[in-house]
């Protein structure tokens, strides 16, 4: 924010004073809003284009770990399963080789960046700017033919194990690292007792404890886990002073 300021009281000019945003922040918001409309994306092509199989103009992963689009005659024959369709993370070609998915999906990009007050024609001069500067030691060539990055439409949890866990009412059944390393204490406080100096015994409860494994593409997808298993918002079994801290869960 300072050197935003300063540059454009300096210079009074506002985009001169946000190139001076720091580039890690730059690819900060830039990450998180590719990530706000890969979500939308994903939301519209699993309630609007609902399947269990791949459908024409998806992009798949094949077993080699190259990808292709689906062709009618395979979506026909439901070649591939909903598991193997990917997302494009942040496309921003029209032309061919076009990186949109080649059905309804590469509307629902265009809407959600729209939501945003956003166009498609945003993120293309972005990627530009961005990727000039990390990139200025390499050939044009080599910067026209960067790699498009993927993320799998849906996830499954692996290595599932559960328990029943008994212990004091709102005390953790789960050590997390903020935990461990000392960054938060989630120890109750200390009670006074009840009135008149008798002293109440803590209540228990029965917790049921889950774990699992995600692929490392879905490592932001634990919540969603939890939020299909309880069919509920996780947050209204949160207690109220852990709200702000996701990281809490695990």
């Known amino acids: 924010t300072t050197a935003v300021i300063m540059m454009l009281n300096k210079t009074g000019d506002a985009e001169a004073a946000m190139r001076a945003v720091p580039m890690s922040l730059r690819w900060s918001l830039k990450k998180a809003v590719d990530a706000y409309v890969w979500n939308q994306v994903a939301k519209f092509r699993l309630t609007s284009m609902l399947t269990e199989h791949a459908v024409e103009g998806d992009w798949v992963l094949l077993d080699g770990g190259s990808v292709t689009r689906v062709t009618s005659r395979e979506a026909r024959s439901k070649k591939y399963p909903l ?14 080789p076009q990186d949109y998915p080649l059905n309804a999906a590469a509307f629902a990009y265009t809407k959600a960046r729209e939501n945003l007050g956003l166009k498609d024609t945003h993120f293309t001069e972005a990627a530009e700017r961005i990727g000039r500067q990390e990139k ?10 960067q790699p498009l990055l993927y993320r799998p439409l849906v996830g499954f949890p692996t290595e599932v194990q559960w328990d029943l866990v008994t212990g004091p009412v709102g005390q953790p059944v789960v ?3 903020v935990v461990r390393n000392g960054l938060i204490d989630l120890d109750p406080p200390p009670s006074n007792g009840a009135p008149g100096g008798r002293k109440r015994s803590p209540k228990s409860e029965t917790c049921l404890r889950l774990r699992f494994t995600l692929e490392k593409a879905h490592d932001c997808g634990g919540r969603m886990v ?24 695990f």
């Open 226 to 249: 939890l939020r299909e298993i309880l069919q509920r918002p996780i947050h209204e079994f949160m207690p109220a002073s852990s709200l702000g801290r996701q990281d809490l869960l």
């Open 83 to 96: 598991s193997r369709v990917l997302l494009p993370i942040c496309p921003t070609s029209e032309v061919e």
């Open 175 to 177: 050590a997390t690292d």
């Open 136 to 145: 200025s030691g390499e050939s044009e060539q080599q910067q026209q033919h």
